[in-house]
């Protein structure tokens, strides 16, 4: 099914200035019809939802611009993409270790308060 701007927009949940700006930074290429307006399909939809997925991650947005433009180039980039989202990856775990380490860290911290606390009342 194809969609003109306005019903693509509303089917997206993004304005049309947004779609037109994503457009502007090479994030999305909709087709465009006879007269030069744009058509969405369901692929886009596809494609907006992985953006949003990769924005999500906190790939810088450069990144995102790049994949995008290798997307649309075709399967000749299918190792550049797989690069950029192996790094992502990778910024993720360590992302993940960092988290799992300051939560170790504040669970000492809360426990310690606690124990403190709690001696306090017994003393009172």
């Known amino acids: 099914m194809n969609y003109c701007i306005g019903e693509f927009s509303k ?3 993004l304005s049309i200035d947004t779609l037109r700006y994503y457009e502007k930074i090479g994030l999305i290429y909709p ?3 006879k007269i030069n307006r744009r058509v969405y ?6 494609w ?3 953006i949003f997925r990769l924005k999500e991650t906190n790939m810088p947005i450069k990144e995102i611009q ?3 433009k290798l997307r649309y180039e075709g399967d000749s980039t299918l190792r550049e993409r797989l690069k950029l989202l192996e790094k992502q990856m990778d910024r993720l775990y360590t992302q993940k270790s960092n988290i799992e380490n300051n939560i170790v860290h504040l669970e000492k911290k809360i ?3 606690k124990k403190m606390i709690n001696k306090t009342v017994i003393k009172d």
């Not at 399909?41 to 596809?46: G, P, T, V, W």
Request: charged share 40%; glycine share 0%.
């Open 11 to 13: 089917k997206i949940r």
């Open 31 to 33: 087709s465009r019809d």
């Open 41 to 46: 399909c369901e692929k886009d939809i596809e």
């Open 48 to 50: 907006l939802n992985f």
């Open 66 to 68: 790049y994949y995008s």
């Open 111 to 113: 426990n310690t308060y």
